[in-house]
């Protein structure tokens, strides 16, 4: 499974933004994920690509929506009311061998996408 983002950049406060992932393979589950430089990577929301079943975290909640495309082959996290602590290296991941969403261990997310910086800030 490839994937590759696209979409990240720099914001104001209270702006949007929109990230894309084009992925390339088979999935059960596909997410977006962020990291900030020295703590842990973390689960902005996942999406079931056969129950079609979405997840968001707390975080994103309300702000946050990820969908993807008729065809299955991109997804997007569509973002607004952008705050500083949102500024992070995004991470689009497949889980290719359990339909892990919601997400009990991001290991089981074993593809990744490179990852695309937002940044928050006036």
């Known amino acids: 499974v490839r994937l590759v983002e696209s979409g990240g950049g720099l914001v104001q406060p209270g702006g949007s933004l929109k990230l894309s992932c084009t992925v390339s393979g088979i999935t059960l589950a596909i997410g977006w994920f962020r990291q900030v430089p020295g703590k842990e990577r973390e689960v902005v929301s996942c999406l079931g690509t056969v129950t079609g079943r979405l997840y968001s975290a707390d975080s994103a909640s309300g702000r946050f929506t990820m969908s993807r495309d008729s065809g299955h082959r991109m997804v997007h996290l569509q973002m607004s009311s952008l705050k500083p602590e949102d500024t992070a290296v995004y991470f689009c991941?497949?889980?290719?061998?359990?339909?892990?969403?919601?997400?009990?261990?991001?290991?089981?997310?074993?593809?990744w996408g490179q990852g695309t910086q937002v940044t928050v800030s006036s």
């Open positions: 991941a497949a889980s290719t061998f359990v339909d892990s969403c919601p997400v009990s261990k991001i290991s089981e997310y074993t593809s």
